[in-house]
């Protein structure tokens, strides 16, 4: 397995593992995925393996340290200063789940915060996974103002060191 940038090229088996692991409201429109696998590309990841998406992280720069509605459906660059990323979706094909996928992605992704001079990293949670983000050195914040999906989510951060 190997870890790479994203290709629009990837856009539908990304867009397939999206609609696996989130709800319809929870989703991010295929429109939203191409313009991030287009234009984000240097901040978002897949996972590879022998030629098939085994996982991806999607992170967009952002000029807040915390994750707003809006990145959710962005379909244009962001411009001015852009010190933080923000992890807009980070999900795992289902024959993956559960060997290590979302590990190496977040430490890659945090790796490439580091290396871009990125203040440090945002995202958004339900509460069950708290302690998931956290074992990675996510901070909570607590509920988030985000209502993406029209759901309940927490804040969470990491400091690039």
């Known amino acids: ?68 509605d809006d990145l959710f459906g962005r379909l244009e660059p962001m411009v001015g200063s852009l010190p933080y990323l923000a992890i807009v979706s980070l999900s795992v094909a289902e024959v993956y789940k559960g060997q290590g996928v979302g590990t190496l992605l977040l430490a890659a992704i945090k790796e490439l915060a580091v290396q871009g001079d990125y203040r440090g990293i945002s995202l958004t949670c339900k509460d069950y996974l708290l302690s998931y983000y956290g074992m990675y050195q996510f901070e909570e914040l607590g509920i988030s103002e985000s209502q993406f999906g029209g759901k309940l989510w927490y804040d969470m951060y990491w400091k690039c060191p």
Do not use: W
Request: net charge negative.
């Open 1 to 68: 397995m190997q870890i790479r940038y994203t290709r629009p090229e990837d856009l539908e088996e990304i867009h397939t593992i999206e609609r696996a692991n989130f709800s319809p409201e929870e989703q991010i429109a295929k429109d939203v995925l191409s313009f991030y696998l287009e234009h984000e590309c240097k901040t978002c990841l897949v996972m590879e393996d022998e030629g098939k998406i085994a996982g991806y992280i999607l992170t967009l720069p952002t000029g807040r340290a915390t994750v707003t």
